[in-house]
């Protein structure tokens, strides 16, 4: 039998060719074209659809490629047998005892649009030498070792740069052979993650802290222990437990999130020697030290330990532009191989052309001024929020107030966050509730604010939208 053209029918999307291969697969994938039935002819196609031949013959091929017709001689195309179950609904219930369950890791997708007023984690995207970055690019665009395999820590000139900016600006004990290259911050965190611990080990964090990094230690299944960190000082050494079971510590010492504490040096010793005394690895997370504002950035854990017993992450997503999608992890030399493993059975390699741009961008001086000039407008901005949002507010506490790219606001008494963050959400503005962000600990409004990514008179005007809205949260009585 050979089918007929009638019930073909070109529905507009794509191009022509991908409407034909639509169109054909779903005939037989829906049963409608049955197997053995020899298909229109290349010309009867074509005539009657008003394609080309080669429109026609490309979309045959490829039909013949994955299997659901084959050519005969002299005949033409024939459809092939399919399976049965080609043509009935999935029953996502025989899954449901063998699959992850999402609400069990907590794993909401952003909501609203991706983009907006007082987002957080975005740096002064105007500002950034966009002239300097594309120059640097053309110069390595037609380089073919750039469009091979990697090393698998990472670009090498990159690597090497890194070492005296991270040695200098953080105190960091490295060289280029225990610093892997990452594909983010976030993806260094879960690395470290599967590298200190195995599924059903216990781990601690600080709240309020990141979720991101509350969902990658679920994802390796670790049970997760949550430690108080919402002094002015960070991380409360005192909860530090002991004895402790646990098999690593993630902490923010060098600027907490979101609320801003910094630990001193006391602290930070104390760590380490909790740390060394039951044999507990420490994942440092220096996620935006780099803008200190009241002093230099202070000593990292890492350099602190003499390299030993601390993996440092980082990365250029709020020095550079998010999209760069570059971080690192340094880790001592006895479990960088490790670390770099499971880069590549995550992911594979990290793109090679924007680590070859970077390096130059690195040791040619830009970053450097590029960093020196953020430092500036963001402490500009940070003295605007604060003294807008205190003349408004009065009743309201403010943290992180000498560092990062974020300032939080916390309400005196409880909200509906939910109803706050929709309204937030309708103007255009991402700020994210605080609420969001405490994991164990008594419940704390307020919203975490950024502050970077705009002029003086945008932020003015966005921060009186959000004051608008968070009088209106609040009860009558304040």
């Known amino acids: 039998m050979r089918l007929l053209t009638d019930s073909l029918l070109l529905n507009g999307e794509g191009n022509l060719q991908q409407q034909l291969y639509r169109t054909l697969k779903q005939q037989m994938l829906s049963g409608q074209w049955p197997g053995s039935a020899l298909l229109p002819s290349s010309r009867q196609l074509a005539a009657d659809l008003q394609l080309s031949r080669n429109t026609v013959n490309q979309v045959l091929q490829q039909l013949v490629a994955e299997g659901y017709i084959e050519g005969l001689t002299g005949r033409g195309y024939q459809v092939c047998e399919l399976p049965e179950q080609y043509f009935q609904p ?37 500002l950034f030498p966009y002239a300097i970055w594309q120059r640097l690019q053309q110069r390595h665009g037609n380089r073919a070792a750039l469009h091979g395999f990697a090393d698998p820590l990472g670009y090498l000139p990159l690597r090497q740069a890194l070492v005296p900016y991270l040695r200098q600006s953080r105190q960091v004990v490295c060289d280029e052979h225990n610093i892997l290259i990452t594909a983010g911050a976030q993806q260094a965190l879960f690395v470290a993650a599967k590298l200190v611990a195995r599924a059903g080990d216990n781990v601690l964090m600080e709240t309020p802290g990141y979720p991101r990094l ?32 646990a098999k690593a510590l993630f902490l923010t010492p060098g600027h907490q999130y979101p609320l801003g504490g910094i630990m001193p040096l006391s602290g930070r010793l104390a760590v380490l020697d909790w740390a060394k005394q039951h ?70 390699d990290v793109a090679l052309l924007p680590q070859a741009v970077l390096a130059d961008f690195i040791s040619e001086g830009h970053f450097g001024r590029h960093l020196r000039k953020m430092r500036r407008h963001y402490q500009q901005n940070k003295l605007l929020a604060i003294s807008t949002l205190q003349q408004a507010l009065p009743q309201c506490r403010l943290h992180a107030t000498e560092a990062g790219l974020h300032i939080v606001l916390e309400f005196p008494q409880p909200i509906d966050e939910g109803r706050l963050l929709a309204e937030l959400i309708r103007h255009g503005i991402k700020a994210q509730p605080l609420g969001r962000y405490i994991f164990s600990a008594a419940p704390r409004y307020g919203l975490v604010i950024g502050i970077a990514n705009h002029s003086q008179a ?6 009186q939208q959000l004051i608008a809205l968070s009088r209106q949260a609040l009860p009558e009585q304040t």
């Open 90 to 126: 999935v029953d996502t219930q025989l899954y449901a005892d063998h699959s992850l369950s999402l609400n069990h890791y907590n794993l909401p997708l952003k909501q609203g649009p991706v983009n907006g007023l007082l987002q957080l984690g975005v740096p002064a995207l105007q």
């Open 279 to 348: 044999a507990i690895w420490l994942v440092e997370d220096d996620y935006d030290s780099e803008f200190q504002y009241r002093h230099r950035p202070v000593a990292s854990l890492q350099g602190l330990a003499g390299g030993e017993g601390v993996l440092f992450a980082g990365s250029f997503s709020k020095t550079l532009f998010p999209a760069l999608r570059l971080g690192y992890l340094v880790a001592p030399r006895a479990v960088i191989a490790q670390a770099a493993a499971i880069v590549q059975a995550l992911h594979g």
């Open 458 to 463: 945008e932020l003015a005007a966005a921060l």
């Open 214 to 245: 509350k969902q990658a230690l679920q994802l390796c299944q670790l049970h997760i222990t949550h430690l108080d960190a919402a002094s002015t000082e960070g991380l409360n050494i005192n909860a530090l437990p002991s004895p402790c079971q």
